[in-house]
C-alpha cells in the first residue's frame, strides 16, 4: 500500500525537505537529481513513498519549477517514479545516492539498475519470441534472418554505426515469430528508458561483446534449433547485463 502523505516525518521532527539545500552550479541537471537522490535516501523515503511537491523542491533549492519539472521527467523515464493526477509524485523503485564513497555518479548507477529491471522483462519476451521465430520461420525468413546477421557483423567489425543494422535482424526475427505484438512491444521496450548524452549506456561502445553470439542465434534459427536459439538469446543477454553490473559496480546475483 502507497503510503501518502505529503513529506516523511522523522523521529527527530525533520521531513526531507530538510536534506536539501540551494543548487549553485551550472550544471543543475545533474545537480539537481544528485540533490533529490541523497534527500530520499537521508530521508529514509521508500517505494510507494509520496515526494514533496514540485514547487516546495523548486523553491527549496532555489531553481525553477520547470527545472524541477525536467528533472522528474527524466527519472520518470527510468522508471523510479510515477505520477497521479491530482494525488501526487511516488517512488516507484528504490533510489540511492553514491555520496559517501561511491565511485559511480548516481545518475550512471540509476540508468544500469533500470536497465536490469528493463532486462528481466526483454528476457522473458525475447525468450519466446525466439523458440516462436525459430519453430515458424519459412525458409525465407532464415535466410533473411542470416543475411541480416552478416550485414550487422560487418557492421559491428568495421567500426560503423550499427543500431539499424541490429535493429533490421532483430525484426526479423520478432516477424518470424508469426506475433506482429511481439515487434512492436520490443520495440517500444527499447526506448522505453530514457539515457542521458553522457551515459556509457548510450554509446555505439557498450555491448560490443553481445555481438558474436548474434550469429549462433542466427545459425540455430536456420537450423530451425529452437533449443539452441533460446541459449543464444539468452547468452546475449547475459552479456549485456554483465557489462551494465560492471559500469556500476554490483555483483551479479
Known amino acids: 500500500m502507497d503510503r501518502t502523505s505529503d513529506l516523511l516525518i522523522e523521529p527527530d521532527g525533520r521531513?526531507?525537505?530538510?536534506?536539501?539545500?540551494?543548487?549553485?552550479?551550472?550544471?543543475?541537471?545533474?545537480?539537481?537529481?544528485?540533490?533529490?537522490?541523497?534527500m530520499i535516501e537521508r530521508a529514509g523515503l521508500g517505494v510507494?513513498?509520496?515526494?514533496?511537491?514540485?514547487v516546495t523542491l523548486a523553491e527549496k533549492l532555489g531553481v525553477g519549477r520547470s527545472t524541477i519539472r525536467e528533472a522528474?521527467?527524466?527519472?520518470?523515464?527510468?522508471?523510479?517514479?510515477?505520477?497521479?493526477?491530482?494525488a501526487g509524485t511516488f517512488l516507484a523503485a528504490r533510489v540511492s545516492s553514491s555520496k559517501g564513497g561511491g565511485l559511480v555518479p548516481t545518475m550512471v548507477r540509476l540508468e544500469g539498475e533500470a536497465l536490469l529491471r528493463l532486462l528481466?522483462?526483454?528476457r522473458a519476451l525475447e525468450d519466446?519470441?525466439?523458440?516462436?521465430?525459430?519453430?515458424?520461420?519459412?525458409?525465407?525468413?532464415?535466410?533473411?534472418?542470416?543475411?541480416?546477421?552478416?550485414?550487422?557483423?560487418?557492421?559491428?567489425?568495421?567500426?560503423?554505426?550499427?543500431?539499424?543494422?541490429?535493429?533490421?535482424?532483430?525484426?526479423?526475427?520478432?516477424?518470424?515469430?508469426?506475433?506482429?505484438?511481439?515487434?512492436?512491444i520490443l520495440s517500444r521496450l527499447d526506448h522505453a528508458l530514457e539515457r542521458s548524452g553522457e551515459s556509457p549506456f548510450g554509446r555505439d561502445e557498450f555491448g560490443m561483446e553481445s555481438f558474436p553470439p548474434h550469429r549462433d542465434l542466427a545459425d540455430a534459427i536456420v537450423a530451425a534449433d529452437p533449443v539452441a536459439a533460446c541459449a543464444a538469446?539468452?547468452?546475449?543477454?547475459?552479456?549485456?547485463?554483465?557489462?551494465?553490473?560492471?559500469i556500476i559496480g554490483v555483483a551479479s546475483t
Open 48 to 54: 510507494g513513498d509520496k515526494l514533496p511537491p514540485e
Open 233 to 246: 538469446i539468452n547468452h546475449i543477454l547475459d552479456v549485456v547485463e554483465g557489462e551494465i553490473r560492471t
Open 15 to 38: 521531513d526531507a525537505l530538510d536534506y536539501l539545500e540551494r543548487i549553485e552550479t551550472k550544471t543543475r541537471g545533474v545537480a539537481i537529481l544528485d540533490a533529490l537522490a541523497d
Open 128 to 184: 519466446d519470441v525466439v523458440r516462436r521465430a525459430t519453430i515458424n520461420a519459412s525458409p525465407a525468413q532464415r535466410q533473411e534472418i542470416s543475411r541480416l546477421c552478416d550485414l550487422l557483423l560487418e557492421d559491428v567489425g568495421a567500426r560503423r554505426p550499427w543500431r539499424g543494422a541490429d535493429a533490421a535482424f532483430h525484426g526479423a526475427i520478432y516477424d518470424a515469430s508469426g506475433n506482429p505484438m511481439f515487434g512492436q
Open 72 to 86: 522528474l521527467n527524466r527519472w520518470e523515464g527510468l522508471g523510479l517514479i510515477r505520477r497521479r493526477r491530482g
Open 120 to 122: 528481466e522483462v526483454r
